[in-house]
């Protein structure tokens, strides 16, 4: 029972459900803003953490000057997908066809899904990979925590944080909010 309640096991925990918060966080803008099923989220997070290791490895940016960059290169790939395949799909969408939205993207977003997949195997191997960067251990009471760990729970947790600010307090959040709530009454109000 020991082990249960221990305070790496919350440590640990928290780490985690940071990372899937912040995955969550980015499903949910995009299926509420946009009402498309995006099955290929998970294979964008991979992406992710495929280019953060190459900056890593290849380049040798630290993991902290990496996310930035490699946030920014998939905020650049989103807006071309968005731009090359969902605009066109979005523009189509009447009252009448809405429905048919979420089957097409989810079609469009699976094939992507398996594109992503194959590319990223015949890039990168399916080989499991590691590297060691802020290793250093620091001990609070009986709870060893890596510095990488904390930096995990210190970044994701803090744009969770800022993200949960900016819908709630920021105009356009409130916008967003607005969309994901009523949609036909955000349209008429603008």
Do not use: W
């Not at 992503?116 to 609070?140: C, E, G, K, W």
């Not at 409130?174 to 009523?182: D, K, N, P, T």
Request: glycine residues 12%; positive net charge.
């Amino acid at each position: 029972m020991d082990t249960l309640l221990s305070g790496q096991l919350l440590f640990s925990a928290l780490v985690t459900g940071s990372l899937y918060a912040l995955v969550a966080l980015g499903l949910n803008l995009v299926y509420g803003t946009m009402r498309m099923l995006n099955v290929a989220h998970g294979d964008l997070v991979m992406l992710g953490a495929y280019g953060a290791y190459s900056a890593f490895t290849l380049a040798g940016l630290s993991p902290l000057l990496a996310a930035p960059l490699v946030a920014a290169a998939g905020a650049a790939f989103g807006l071309a997908l968005y731009r090359g395949l969902f605009r066109g799909l979005l523009a189509k969408v009447t009252p009448a066809t809405a429905g048919k939205l979420e089957g097409n993207s989810l079609l469009l977003f699976f094939g992507l899904s398996i594109l992503m997949q194959n590319i990223a195997a015949l890039a990168f191997t399916p080989n499991s990979r590691a590297y060691a960067a802020l290793d250093h251990v620091y001990r609070v009471g009986g709870v060893s925590m890596t510095a990488n760990r904390l930096a995990v729970l210190l970044v994701a947790g803090g744009v969770c944080v800022a993200a949960a600010v900016f819908l709630s307090r920021h105009v356009a959040g409130l916008a967003m909010r607005a969309v994901i709530e009523r949609r036909e009454a955000a349209a008429v109000v603008g």
